[in-house]
């Protein structure tokens, strides 16, 4: 069935560096993929997301990447800073139309201050 | 505005149990999903709706049953609970892509 792998499991960074997670899924019918941050007992929440049609999409101190012919995409955060320290989630979408997601086993980062 | 509301917060069950976990949403969007979360893992999808009286199962539905007959509300179901379904299970809704979870419910099945 339709899987993503999500690396590193924990990640941590001095405060300022930059942070990369990325992902691998095995279906090549996504065509959408967010990325969402949990903080410690929150619910999680949407940071940015790409579709199957860009290659990058930049946010101020994050950015995502798409690489579709390796089935791979990646999350950038710069300068982190303590407050960005928080679980975080890929997820890519299933069959097309059906809105619905697989997610990834998700990245603890921990930035020291 | 709300958004997404779920009750209740916590519970306790004892094996065999059943109860029903509530979402509501007042953003008016087609799609709903029940998702759980194990300590220290991702997200798995229970079941989804694409609107009223239209369900069906997503990757772990065993143990649990949906209903939706408004737009605004979709219950999740447990009968004969079991220690495995120990887990904290999030609502979420969305018009397409983006998806807006609820609060949570963390339940602890012993």
């Known amino acids: 069935g339709e899987n993503v792998e999500q690396h590193p499991s924990t990640l941590s960074v001095q405060e300022g560096d930059s942070a990369v997670i990325k992902c691998t899924y095995s279906?090549?019918?996504?065509?959408?993929f967010p990325w969402y941050k949990q903080e410690l007992g929150k619910r999680p929440q949407l940071i940015i997301d790409?579709?199957?049609?860009?290659g990058e999409k930049k946010d101020q101190r994050i950015a995502v990447t798409l690489n579709k012919t390796a089935k791979h995409f990646s999350l950038h955060i710069t300068e982190t800073q303590p407050e960005d320290s928080a679980v975080y989630f890929c997820?890519?979408?299933?069959?097309?139309?059906?809105?619905?997601?697989?997610f990834g086993t998700g990245t603890r980062l921990k930035v020291l201050a | 505005n709300a958004g997404v509301t779920q009750t209740p917060k916590f519970r306790i069950l004892k094996i065999g149990q059943s109860m029903t976990l509530q979402c509501t949403q007042d953003?008016?969007?087609?799609?709903m999903y029940w998702y759980r979360q194990d300590p220290g893992m991702g997200l798995k999808l229970i079941y989804y709706?694409?609107?009223?009286?239209?369900?069906d199962k997503g990757e772990v539905p065993n143990g649990y049953n949906v209903s939706r007959s408004t737009t605004e509300d979709f219950p999740l179901r447990l009968e004969l609970a079991a220690p495995s379904q120990t887990s904290v299970y999030f609502c979420?809704?969305?018009?397409?892509?983006?998806?807006?979870f609820g609060p949570g419910t963390r339940l602890t099945v012993l």
């Open positions: 979420a809704t969305s018009t397409r892509d983006e998806q807006f």
């Open positions: 279906d090549s019918a996504s065509n959408y």
């Open positions: 790409i579709r199957s049609n860009v």
């Open positions: 997820a890519a979408s299933m069959a097309s139309g059906t809105y619905k997601y697989i």
């Open positions: 953003m008016n969007h087609n799609y």
């Open positions: 709706s694409v609107g009223a009286g239209i369900t």
